[in-house]
């Protein structure tokens, strides 16, 4: 895994569970505390989404520009 997340690595991650049939389109995001499992640690330590706010930075010097997420949760 790179140093920094990229969109391209952020799609291959959402096609391989597509693929094996255990996400799709209704699937609900949840975001959880680092160094936590869900399935280990249970559902307190998981947070549900329930809105995000996309950024596309421009960069007269970085190509291709930067995209920023922010998740709103509960």
């Known amino acids: 895994m790179p ?5 391209g690595d952020l799609k ?7 693929n094996r049939g255990q996400i799709d389109e209704d699937t609900e995001v949840i ?3 680092i160094g936590t499992s869900g399935m280990i640690d249970g559902a307190e330590v998981q947070k549900k989404v329930t809105d995000t706010d996309i ?4 960069s007269e010097t970085i190509h291709p520009d930067t995209i920023g997420f922010t ?3 509960q």
Do not use: D, F, S
């Not at 140093?3 to 969109?7: E, S, V, Y």
């Not at 291959?12 to 597509?18: G, K, L, N, Q, S």
């Not at 950024?55 to 421009?58: D, L, N, S, T």
């Open 3 to 7: 140093q920094t997340l990229t969109i």
């Open 12 to 18: 291959a991650h959402i096609t391989y569970w597509e």
């Open 31 to 33: 975001i959880g505390k």
């Open 55 to 58: 950024q596309v930075m421009g």
């Open 71 to 73: 998740l709103v949760h």
